[in-house]
């Protein structure tokens, strides 16, 4: 698409994109100290107007006026500056070595105008700075959904390395993943992405960014540009290399919105108010049942009913280190409404670390999984653990479905051991319900978490 063609996009509609940043911004700026920024092909300036709110001092830059006018507007809206630049980016060259971060998002041309651009982009980043570059990768045509459908607009991790080969980059991680989407069919589909974070670590930011609505949704008059999406990424400082993680195809369905929502709608209407919080929410893409949920789609479920959520990884069986921080990111960029929890493996030698870390960092609890991590509630490990949550009063919500041996008898004992920590028997405790009820009574920091397989089954656990 051309100049012309762009200005009319824009004018066409409110806005073409969401105003609220992109998730791969949120989450990797998350560990970057605010400084100059470049967004590069701005479009309507949501991304820099949330750096902006973030303490960035941002330049916007695009070759559309229609979008530059309404990235204007969405500041002033925010109560925020930015310098916007209306330029060709085949003929833009920006100031040498002198921004932070340099964000290049969706810029979808040929790649003979890709190529210039990015390297001049790359260009630009400073000494210890970073460069963050999203886009749609190629085998999206073929395994994905939505997005441009001209193979001469796509490119993948690869591409990218080759564009700032030479620039002085380093990079730290270019790879394709891949994340769920509902189709206008219904049907739930992956597509591949490939990401590269930034440098390690999280800051907050004022912006809240549970206003979207949920990103996987493909909605009849949504743009599929913002449905699936790949991130080619290359972040300075850090090791070459170019890993893939793939999440297998999930089958079937966990989510029943069509059905809670008359529930949800009646409890609107009764005196008072009414705030869901859901105490067992879960975000990640490398859980070995397939599962693969991230934190756009999480606030998208709270917004419209304005809840908040416990928030802790799936299974990863890398360690959590990484999806910890991703969970502190979350909390931390939209004012708390998903609320962290670090989860940790007690097998791990450093999981009591882990978990001072996380805390020290934000996080309000700990999760445990006794089948994915295969240990038993009385394990040594375990008492470690729950000895510096008695010492911090944190919570600790325990996974107790079926097929946990003695679990029962264990929590009970760790809950008159540790009677500060309050501990929390996920998933209606059904692994021992049907007697440890009796014993509950006598342990007022035990509690049964209800997150379960339907309603149904809680409705006979509460009965």
Same mark, same amino acid.
């Given at each position: 698409?051309?100049?012309?063609?762009?200005? %009319?996009?824009?004018?066409?509609?409110?806005?073409?994109?969401?105003?609220?940043?992109?998730?791969?911004?949120?989450?990797?700026?998350?560990?970057?100290?605010?400084?100059?920024?470049? !967004?590069?092909?701005?479009? &309507?300036?949501?991304?820099?107007?949330?750096?902006?709110? $973030?303490?960035?001092?941002?330049?916007?830059?695009?070759?559309?006026?229609?979008?530059?006018?309404?990235?204007?507007?969405?500041?002033?809206? %925010?109560?925020?500056?930015?310098?916007? @630049?209306?330029?060709?980016?085949?003929?833009?060259?920006?100031?040498?070595?002198?921004?932070?971060?340099?964000?290049?998002?969706?810029?979808?041309?040929?790649?003979?105008?890709?190529?210039?651009?990015?390297?001049?982009?790359?260009?630009?980043?400073?000494? #210890?700075?970073?460069?963050?570059?999203?886009? =749609?990768?190629?085998?999206?045509? &073929?395994? #994905?959904?939505? #997005?441009?459908?001209?193979?001469?607009?796509?490119?993948?991790?690869?591409?990218?390395?080759?564009?700032?080969?030479?620039?002085?980059?380093?990079?730290?991680?270019?790879?394709?993943?891949?994340?769920?989407?509902?189709?206008?069919?219904?049907?739930?589909?992956?597509?591949?992405?490939?990401?590269?974070?930034?440098?390690?670590?999280?800051?907050?930011?004022?912006?809240?960014?549970?206003? !979207?609505?949920?990103?996987?949704?493909?909605?009849?008059?949504?743009?599929?540009?913002?449905?699936?999406?790949?991130?080619?990424?290359?972040?300075?400082?850090?090791?070459?290399?170019?890993?893939?993680? @793939?999440?297998?195809?999930?089958?079937?369905?966990?989510?029943?919105?069509?059905?809670?929502?008359?529930?949800?709608?009646?409890?609107?209407?009764?005196?008072?108010?009414?705030?869901?919080?859901?105490? =067992?929410? =879960?975000?990640? $893409?490398?859980?070995?049942?397939?599962?693969?949920?991230?934190?756009?789609?999480?606030?998208?479920?709270?917004?419209?009913?304005?809840?908040?959520?416990? @928030?802790?990884?799936?299974?990863?069986?890398?360690?959590?280190?990484?999806?910890?921080?991703?969970?502190?990111?979350?909390?931390?960029?939209?004012?708390?409404?998903?609320?962290?929890? $670090?989860?940790?493996?007690?097998?791990?030698?450093?999981?009591?670390?882990?978990?001072?870390?996380?805390?020290?960092?934000?996080?309000?609890?700990?999760?445990?999984?006794? %089948?994915?991590?295969?240990? &038993?509630? #009385?394990?040594?490990?375990?008492?470690?653990?729950?000895?510096?949550?008695?010492?911090?009063?944190?919570?600790?919500?325990?996974?107790?479905?079926?097929?946990?041996?003695?679990?029962?008898?264990?929590?009970?004992?760790?809950?008159?051991?540790?009677?500060?920590?309050?501990?929390?028997?996920?998933?209606?405790?059904?692994?021992?319900?049907?007697?440890?009820?009796?014993?509950?009574?006598?342990?007022?920091?035990?509690?049964?978490?209800?997150?379960?397989?339907?309603?149904?089954?809680?409705?006979?656990?509460?009965?």
């Amino acid at each position: 698409m051309d100049r012309e063609a762009w200005n %009319r996009c824009y004018a066409d509609r409110e806005l073409v994109w969401t105003s609220e940043p992109n998730r791969f911004l949120v989450a990797e700026a998350a560990g970057l100290e605010a400084g100059r920024a470049l !967004d590069v092909a701005c479009g &309507e300036g949501r991304n820099t107007v949330w750096l902006a709110e $973030c303490g960035w001092r941002v330049s916007g830059v695009d070759f559309s006026e229609v979008g530059l006018e309404k990235a204007r507007a969405l500041a002033r809206a %925010r109560g925020v500056q930015a310098e916007w @630049v209306v330029a060709d980016l085949l003929a833009y060259t920006p100031e040498p070595r002198a921004f932070d971060l340099v964000l290049v998002f969706y810029l979808q041309v040929p790649a003979a105008e890709r190529r210039p651009i990015v390297r001049a982009a790359a260009g630009a980043v400073a000494a #210890g700075g970073a460069f963050l570059l999203v886009g =749609h990768d190629s085998r999206n045509l &073929e395994l #994905g959904h939505g #997005g441009p459908q001209d193979p001469a607009v796509l490119y993948t991790a690869g591409d990218v390395l080759r564009d700032v080969e030479g620039t002085g980059l380093e990079i730290e991680r270019a790879e394709t993943v891949r994340r769920p989407v509902q189709t206008p069919e219904g049907n739930a589909s992956r597509l591949t992405r490939s990401s590269a974070p930034a440098v390690p670590g999280r800051w907050s930011c004022p912006r809240s960014i549970a206003g !979207d609505p949920p990103m996987s949704a493909s909605l009849p008059d949504s743009n599929p540009r913002e449905q699936m999406r790949d991130v080619l990424a290359t972040p300075q400082p850090g090791t070459a290399r170019s890993p893939q993680r @793939v999440a297998a195809p999930q089958t079937g369905g966990m989510v029943a919105d069509a059905l809670l929502d008359p529930w949800f709608s009646y409890l609107q209407d009764r005196p008072g108010p009414t705030r869901l919080y859901d105490c =067992h929410t =879960h975000l990640g $893409c490398a859980d070995p049942d397939g599962s693969c949920f991230d934190v756009d789609e999480l606030l998208g479920a709270l917004a419209p009913v304005d809840g908040r959520a416990v @928030v802790f990884p799936l299974a990863e069986p890398d360690g959590y280190r990484a999806a910890n921080d991703q969970m502190l990111a979350a909390a931390a960029a939209s004012k708390g409404r998903p609320v962290a929890f $670090c989860r940790v493996d007690p097998h791990d030698g450093d999981a009591v670390r882990e978990v001072e870390r996380a805390v020290a960092r934000g996080a309000a609890g700990i999760k445990l999984h006794p %089948r994915a991590e295969r240990f &038993e509630l #009385g394990d040594p490990a375990v008492r470690r653990i729950l000895a510096l949550a008695d010492e911090r009063r944190l919570p600790v919500i325990v996974h107790a479905g079926r097929g946990i041996p003695a679990l029962g008898r264990d929590a009970l004992e760790l809950a008159r051991a540790y009677p500060r920590a309050p501990l929390i028997l996920a998933h209606a405790a059904i692994a021992d319900l049907a007697w440890i009820w009796r014993e509950a009574a006598g342990r007022p920091n035990l509690f049964f978490g209800p997150a379960w397989w339907n309603t149904a089954i809680s409705s006979r656990c509460s009965h």
